[in-house]
């Protein structure tokens, strides 16, 4: 199984970007999907989470500029960022809670992109 996420780049404060991310591999389901951001020297912190239901919990920092949703059919979980703050400069990395065909159950990363937000 991998996460392969996308959509990271540099934008000006008060600007917008959407990353993506798409779970691969022998995938029998996929629970809760998540954000989850760190900046160096820091812990990792959790951004946004959506289960498979779509049930959303936020962080606070990011609650009412940040919309988190999923494409179950395409394995797929988005981060819609708007009114981005240079605070928000951070590794974003998506997290997913995936049973394997085989029915082991285990939690993946992907392997992170760089938001940069300039003041």
């Known amino acids: 199984v991998q996460l392969q996420a996308s959509g990271g780049g540099l934008v000006q404060a008060g600007g917008s970007l959407r990353l993506s991310c798409t779970a691969s591999?022998?995938?029998?389901?996929?629970?809760?999907m998540g954000w989850y951001r760190q900046a160096p020297g820091k812990q990792r912190e959790l951004v946004a989470v959506?289960?498979?239901?779509?049930?959303?919990n936020y962080a606070d920092s990011v609650k009412g500029r940040f919309t988190i949703s999923r494409d179950n059919a395409k394995n797929t979980v988005y981060l819609q960022m708007n009114s981005l703050k240079p605070e928000d400069t951070r590794v974003y990395y998506c997290?997913?809670?995936?049973?394997?065909?085989?029915?082991?159950?285990?939690?993946?990363w992907g392997q992170g992109t760089l938001v940069t937000v300039s003041s």
């Open positions: 959506i289960t498979s239901g779509g049930i959303i």
């Open positions: 997290n997913a809670k995936i049973t394997r065909v085989g029915m082991d159950v285990n939690r993946y």
């Open positions: 591999g022998s995938i029998l389901s996929i629970s809760d």
